[in-house]
């Protein structure tokens, strides 16, 4: 049985601070915009805030190549405005989790600037500096942002790693100086009252220390090179130092992002025996649909792999870790466009998706939008996307001769941007986010999907949110209970019981996960006497079961319904 934990009981909610609100006019969101929404956020029923990075940066990637780990980006406000944010969540019950990236820095840190001015500087080895080999980069691994992984510096004349982007060097985590300086960092915000981390790319943090060439996959002279700077050999050790140095001297939640970690590996972070993370993000959901060249090539998802994957989770955690739940975030499409239906059955296939976030073993976590249905958008020129990784992915396109239009319908699916899109909070101009000019245009259906029409719409998919998040905090079965997956073999349905034997109760989740109707027949093996509604996304759904009533149920597009067995 599952120890019980606040923050496995918890729902959380991530802002992208720049997209939330804007509460000064300069069209960019800002501390004192989360500020303003707070009551909001009580109001949804939200217990943990996550905030995407407002450290001092130059924002090259948002926000995520920082210049100073103890300073607040200017445009997004002062020390002050972040400790009233604190303060304004404490105040309300709520908790503030920060994001943590350590895995490299912006070159204007004070680390770097050093680092780059000679070999022998004290800094120069707080990053991974080599010489090139016959002029050309030390190795051919190439960047997540497209092009070589190496940046030639010509004032010592050697190259250094940068994984994302030129301006993002990556930290010499072998550099023990380094790591007390990240760790003195983690403890200096966590003594201002920060409740957790989620912890970017951290199973980036420790590379092959060879730096040996990626095996060559395709014609291009950069290989990705993952398989060397992706759960390092050295990984483990750094996440129980950090832990016996930080984590373990507070009360806090933490939850790395991790690709290329599965179910198997996931059990190693996260046993609580072992002392490293309390949860893990992994992708091996949200890259169903990548071709074999990656996110940017286009492969249709099954629903058999979605549940395979998310059931397989469930299982090989369920006695030694916890998961975490996500189907959406500031780095991938709105949910509701990739695995639901953003037309004809928008609020439905909403309402179920949730439905499926808030009734699996673990921690639910909400990007900000999705609690009211936003969806992808279609700007009509590449001059409106602001997201570096997009814009250099159609550059390099167009290098290669791609259709332009070709392009721009990726992006369309699967662009970054699709989800910083303004906050939609009413259908004044700019949907309310902002006075002034917004930093990336507002999704133009903002008119029709925002929070205040849905605060006044009963059947709106917030107020759904609302009641999801009240029976899991209702019901400890929503939290603890173990997963059984039904019909594992159905084309259509996704299917499960979970169980808690503290209070020998049983939750029954019914989800059709397309647009045709379709028929749930209750296996035999599953018995009980009459079934309660919990919630559903139809206002006329059965009330109260009984086994027989489960023999033939036709479920309509998209419907979702639970119901607690007796």
Request: hydrophobic share 35%; aromatic share 14%; charged share 25%.
């Amino acid at each position: 049985m599952p120890k019980k934990k606040w923050w496995k009981e918890s729902v959380v909610y991530q802002i992208y601070p720049r997209s939330f609100k804007d509460s000064n006019g300069d069209g960019t969101g800002d501390l004192q915009g989360i500020i303003s929404k707070l009551d909001y956020l009580k109001y949804l029923g939200i217990s943990v805030l996550w905030i995407s990075p407002v450290y001092h940066s130059p924002n090259v990637d948002n926000g995520y190549d920082i210049s100073d780990y103890r300073g607040i980006m200017t445009e997004m406000g002062t020390m002050a405005d972040w400790e009233a944010l604190r303060d304004g969540l404490h105040s309300r019950g709520m908790k503030l989790v920060m994001d943590l990236v350590v895995n490299h820095t912006s070159d204007q840190h004070r680390w770097f600037q050093e680092s780059r001015l000679s070999k022998d500087n004290p800094y120069r080895d707080y990053y991974i500096w080599r010489p090139g080999k016959e002029g050309k980069e030390p190795n051919n691994w190439s960047s997540e942002f497209s092009g070589s992984a190496w940046e030639y510096d010509a004032l010592t004349e050697e190259y250094y790693l940068h994984v994302f982007s030129k301006n993002q060097p990556d930290l010499n985590w072998d550099n023990k100086t380094v790591r007390y300086e990240i760790y003195d960092m983690m403890k200096w915000w966590l003594d201002k009252g920060v409740d957790g981390f989620r912890m970017d790319v951290i199973n980036m943090i420790a590379k092959d220390p060879e730096l040996p060439d990626a095996p060559p996959v395709n014609s291009s002279p950069y290989q990705w090179g993952g398989e060397f700077f992706i759960n390092g050999p050295r990984l483990r050790y750094y996440l129980r130092e950090m832990h016996t140095k930080v984590l373990c001297k507070y009360d806090l939640m933490t939850v790395g992002e991790t690709r290329w970690v599965d179910a198997d590996m996931a059990r190693f972070f996260v046993d609580e025996y072992r002392h490293e993370l309390n949860m893990l993000f992994h992708f091996e959901l949200l890259e169903l649909d990548y071709g074999p060249d990656g996110k940017w090539d286009k492969k249709a998802w099954e629903l058999a792999d979605f549940k395979r994957i998310i059931s397989n989770w469930q299982t090989k955690l369920a006695e030694s870790g916890w998961n975490s739940h996500f189907l959406s975030n500031h780095d991938h499409p709105r949910m509701v466009s990739r695995f639901g239906n953003d037309t004809t059955y928008r609020v439905e296939s909403a309402k179920m998706l949730a439905t499926l976030l808030h009734t699996l073993q673990g921690t639910p976590y909400i990007y900000q939008g999705d609690e009211i249905g936003m969806t992808n958008v279609r700007f009509p020129s590449i001059e409106h996307y602001r997201d570096i990784e997009t814009l250099n992915m159609y550059e390099e396109g167009l290098k290669n001769s791609k259709d332009p239009q070709e392009l721009r319908e990726i992006i369309y699916e699967k662009g970054r941007d699709n989800a910083r899109t303004p906050m939609q909070w009413d259908d004044s101009p700019h949907a309310g986010f902002t006075d002034g000019t917004p930093w990336i245009n507002v999704n133009s259906n903002y008119q029709e999907i925002n929070v205040e029409q849905a605060q006044q719409d009963p059947s709106s998919i917030l107020h759904y949110y609302r009641k999801l998040i009240e029976l899991r905090r209702q019901y400890p079965l929503f939290v603890y209970g173990d997963y059984k997956l039904l019909l594992p073999k159905h084309t259509q349905i996704y299917s499960y019981l979970r169980r808690w034997e503290e209070n020998a109760e049983t939750l029954l989740v019914i989800l059709n996960f397309f647009e045709e109707s379709t028929t749930f027949i209750l296996p035999e093996r599953v018995t009980f006497q009459t079934g309660r509604l919990l919630i559903a996304n139809y206002p006329d759904t059965n009330p109260v079961i009984e086994m027989a009533d489960l023999k033939d149920f036709t479920l309509r597009p998209y419907e979702a319904c639970v119901y607690l067995l007796d």
